[in-house]
């Protein structure tokens, strides 16, 4: 059995056989030296040890390796106080020698100084080449050249080597080969397999502490080789948070103390959060997705739902509906009867992250199918005739302008030339009398441009030369519409003759007039000069009055026994030659449409004097009637295809009657122009022009208001039809952001979730608070780490001043009063309570004032009724946060505990006034580290 020596060297232990030498650190690693390698080993998972690289050194003539001379190798080592250097001398056939040189330290704990260092000397070896080369490394990467001068690989291991090489190499079996020339007989070259150590610190310590919430800390990390990265298990940190060259470092605010655990049962749909219900909620939420597309998604927790509409799809939630007249629906005809607005609803309520809101218009003409026009001229020339007169007491037809059975005429003529009178012979007659003269009436009525058909009925006595007249007349100038001429020797007498006459509109300008003898009702027909007559010289802004003239050398004495003037006129009853007060009139169906009419347009022109009135009315189905107005478009209320309409009449004067003249019907198909979006009353989209079937669909994409539902304002510059279809809410689910007030009080808090479709997945929960928390920071360099612990605290109190005193008050009896004591304390009650909050950490509670203290004033502060006691902390205050407490306030079982203060207030020479400061309080858990000059969750009392 060989011989074994065994020897320390400081934290080294050095093991001499007679194959190889042996060196360990601490029992962590070891270097094998034998005469043809270097073997490393580390200690693995179950503490045995196990190879981690093998150095060996070789001499190339070209691409031949040169032998050994293995019987002349020596190994040696040298102990000089604690340091050890091993070397081994390796000659070559061929002359060469290489020589291997460890250094060791014997007071150095760190592994990755293990060895200080290896050195290769090669003698007379010039011309060749040298190869330094490692195996056994624990390797998976590709094989590949390397450029650079270190490489990590598994168990912890490093290689450095210097520059200057011809190549260099790793390869998949976990072979790292480096080649250099060897220009001269005497070349060094420097090469190190080691243990690298990684280190992690906090602002520069590697102890473990305590830190209050809203610090600051610099987490820095070093490797004693190649690159490290920190990570951080902290909200905004995370895995390999930075990377690179050692050293590395960043800083952690502490603003987010978040539990992300929670408990995800197997068999039920909901997850489980533990948590202290002390804590001061900040924030929950959580993700969810859907593997495919999942529906009807209910959330609930603490007795309260959120429900979703529409589908989750994957991460993502859309919504197809809307809400239009209180039903939801996925498309909808909104009619315009004109230029208006209308609105549909976006129920966002539960949405937090919306994307947009999509929808698409599509704009149609209104009764675009129904189109015509219907004119009544009251002319009795349509077949079939269209009124229906359905007036109250009719008993006659419509339209008498006078009857002449009472005494009662608005023709009027100059009486120095003609005479008119009432003669109540011949049922009651007008007669006009002279040789020269004209007769007229003034009421508007009398006017053709507004007329279609005017009746006379009258008989004419003339001497042998006479003429009698009917003209158009505009004020100014006349022309003969019909001409009455005596061709009877000796005269014609009166009453022989009873002529008809009908004056009938041909153009609808007005201009041309058809002119008809209806010849004599109960005699010869004498001559007359009939048929059109065209008016058109007449100024048609003026009045176009129908006036009687009489002509010629000898007198013509005519009588007007009935003038009837187109429209429809209250009944005139045959018994009294007066109008009845009220009639209604109903058309027969004046058209049929094709599909429901939606609108129409009555016109009418009329006649209505003061004590008169005209209702008009519009029928779709010519059963229901809708009241309109004249020249304005109407929306139907019914639906129907069959159209009428009608007129309901008044007068309270007997004597008068208003006159519907002309009524003009039209259904003219409107199309959509001008369309805008409002959203909540912000415009989002706008079409310029018509929205047609060549322009829609329009597309509008929209943005929606999280949180609410959102108003949809469709607003159109003409009627028209709008369709709404494709509509469709995007939004993104995550995060999902939960009432954190409802989560205060919980221990085990519980999220169930209902849902169809494919299952759903629940990530990334944050349940963000104020209160205790550790994280945990991490250097890594390869697959050495070294972590440290972060303990949080959050210093929560409170400040409270006894009960019915709402500020700090003092009344000092002079202005060099000392000891004043505030209003309310009391040697059993100090002005001040201060309770801890924190739910498992002592806190030490700091004070100042608010502004510097006035100069004649001390404010005095202790945690003892005895402003003087022995071993309190009396302190006097200013505007720098002091500690007011001599030792922390504890928790006693989890139950709040408290402590009181007392103050005194000095004064010297103040005065007759002086402004007291008000007072801010602070805290920090005992024994934590904090920011330098920063102080969070300060409580001010004002004054």
């Known amino acids: 059995m060989g011989t074994r020596t065994s020897i320390t060297v400081g934290l080294l232990i050095l093991v001499l056989t007679s194959t190889a030498i042996y060196i360990s650190l601490q029992n962590n690693v070891k270097i094998r030296v034998d005469d043809d390698k270097t073997t490393f080993y580390v200690k693995n998972e179950n503490n045995r040890w196990v190879v981690s690289g093998r150095e060996i050194n070789a001499l190339f003539d070209g691409t031949s390796k040169m032998y050994r001379r293995t019987s002349e190798i020596t190994r040696n080592h040298l102990i000089e106080e604690n340091n050890v250097t091993i070397t081994r001398e390796t000659p070559l056939i061929r002359g060469p020698k290489i020589i291997d040189t460890y ?127 920190l990570s951080l298990n902290a909200p905004g940190y995370g895995n390999d948070y930075v990377c690179g060259a050692s050293p590395q470092s960043f800083v952690y605010n502490i603003t987010k103390l978040r539990n992300p655990d929670f408990f995800k049962s197997g068999t039920t749909d909901y997850i489980r959060v533990d948590m202290e219900n002390k804590t001061i909620m900040q924030n929950v939420s959580l993700n969810i997705t859907s593997a495919d597309v999942s529906g009807s998604l209910n959330v609930t927790y603490m007795n309260t739902t959120k429900k979703f509409r529409g589908f989750l799809r994957t991460k993502y939630l859309e919504d197809n509906n809307f809400t239009y007249s209180g039903a939801d629906t996925d498309a ?49 020339t349509k077949p079939p005739y269209f009124i229906n007169e359905t007036i109250a007491y009719q008993t006659d037809e419509f339209g008498v302008f006078d009857d002449f059975l009472v005494n009662s005429t608005e023709w009027s003529v100059d009486p120095t030339t003609c005479k008119q009178d009432y003669k109540s012979d011949d049922g009651g007659v007008l007669e006009f009398n002279c040789v020269s003269g004209t007769m007229s009436n003034s009421n508007p009525i009398n006017d053709l441009r507004n007329a279609s058909r005017v009746e006379f009925i009258y008989t004419s006595a003339q001497g042998s030369i006479a003429d009698m007249y009917i003209q158009a007349f505009d004020g100014t100038s006349t022309v003969n519409i019909h001409r009455h001429q005596n061709i009877a020797s000796g005269g014609e007498p009166m009453g022989s003759h009873h002529n008809n006459i009908s004056i009938e509109r041909i153009s609808d300008d007005g201009t041309l007039w058809n002119v008809k003898n209806n010849a004599s009702i109960d005699g010869p027909t004498h001559v007359s000069s009939e048929g059109a007559r065209d008016i058109s010289s007449l100024d048609f802004t003026q009045p176009i009055q129908l006036i009687i003239v009489h002509g010629g050398q000898d007198g013509t004495n005519s009588r007007f026994l009935n003038m009837k003037w187109s429209g429809i006129w209250l009944n005139r009853s045959l018994n009294n030659g007066t109008f009845k007060s009220e009639g209604n009139v109903t058309s027969r169906t004046i058209n049929v449409t094709e599909d429901n009419l939606q609108r129409a347009t009555l016109t009418a ?67 959509l122009t001008n369309v805008t979006i409002e959203v909540d009353g912000v415009t989002q989209a706008e079409l310029i022009g018509n929205l047609n079937s060549t322009t829609s669909p329009y597309h509008a994409n929209l943005t929606p208001n999280a949180g609410q539902i959102n108003t949809i304002k469709l607003i159109t510059g003409t009627a028209g039809v709008l369709q709404v279809d494709n509509f469709k809410m995007n939004a993104s689910m995550n995060p999902l952001v939960l009432d954190k007030d409802l989560f205060e009080t919980c221990e085990q808090c519980f999220i169930n979730f209902t849902f169809s479709g494919s299952n759903i997945d629940i990530t990334n929960s944050s349940f963000d608070y104020l209160g205790s928390k550790t994280y945990r920071a991490t250097a890594k360099s390869g697959a050495d780490a070294d972590a440290i612990d972060i303990s949080i605290f959050y210093s929560d109190f409170n400040v409270s001043l006894p009960i019915g005193t ?124 904090y920011s330098e000059g920063y102080l969070h969750n300060t409580f001010p009392i004002m004054r």
């Open 332 to 380: 909808v005809n909104i009619t315009f009867a004109t230029a208006g607005s209308d609105s549909i609803f976006a129920d966002l309520t539960e949405i937090d992250n919306p994307i947009n809101l999509t929808l698409d218009l599509t704009g149609f003409d209104l009764d675009q199918n129904n189109a015509f026009t219907f004119l009544e001229a009251m002319n009795n």
């Open 605 to 671: 022109t009329d006649y209505v004097p003061s004590g008169t009135s005209i209702e008009y009315l519009l029928s779709n189905d010519c059963e229901t009637f809708e009241t309109v107005l004249s020249g304005i478009s109407h929306t139907f209320e019914s639906t129907g295809t069959k159209v009428c309409w009608g007129a309901k009449m008044t007068s309270n004067d007997n004597l008068t009657s208003p006159v519907i003249q002309r009524v003009q019907v039209d259904v003219v198909p409107s199309s």
């Open 103 to 229: 250094d060791f330290d014997g007071e150095q704990s760190s592994v990755e100084l293990f060895p200080i260092s290896h050195q290769v000397e090669v003698l007379d070896g010039a011309g060749y080449f040298y190869r330094y080369e490692v195996r056994d490394l624990d390797y998976d990467g590709p094989a590949m050249s390397l450029n650079g001068t270190s490489m990590s690989f598994g168990k912890n291991m490093e290689v450095e080597w210097d520059p200057g090489y011809r190549w260099a190499r790793v390869y998949k079996s976990g072979i790292l080969k480096i080649q250099y020339d060897i220009p001269t007989d005497y070349e060094v070259y420097n090469v190190r397999l080691f243990d690298p150590t990684v280190d992690v610190y906090l602002d520069g310590s590697q102890s473990a502490r305590k830190w209050e919430y809203n610090s600051f800390i610099t987490i820095s990390g070093t490797t004693s080789s190649g690159t490290v990265c």
């Open 806 to 929: 709402e500020y700090f008050d003092v009344f000092a009896p002079s202005r060099f009063a000392q000891n004043v004591t505030p209003y309310s304390q009391s040697d059993s009650m100090g002005i001040f309570n201060l309770t801890n909050l924190a739910y498992d950490e002592a806190i030490d509670l700091y004070m100042r004032t608010n502004a510097t203290v006035n100069e004649c004033l001390n404010i005095t502060t202790v945690n003892d009724p005895n402003r003087f006691a022995v071993g309190k902390n009396s302190v006097l205050l200013d505007e720098t946060f002091q500690k007011i407490t001599n030792t922390a306030v504890q928790w006693d079982d989890k139950e709040q505990t408290s402590t009181e203060m007392w103050t005194w207030v000095d004064l010297g020479n103040c005065s007759s006034r002086f402004e007291l400061p008000w007072f801010e309080f602070a805290a920090i858990c005992s024994d934590c580290v």
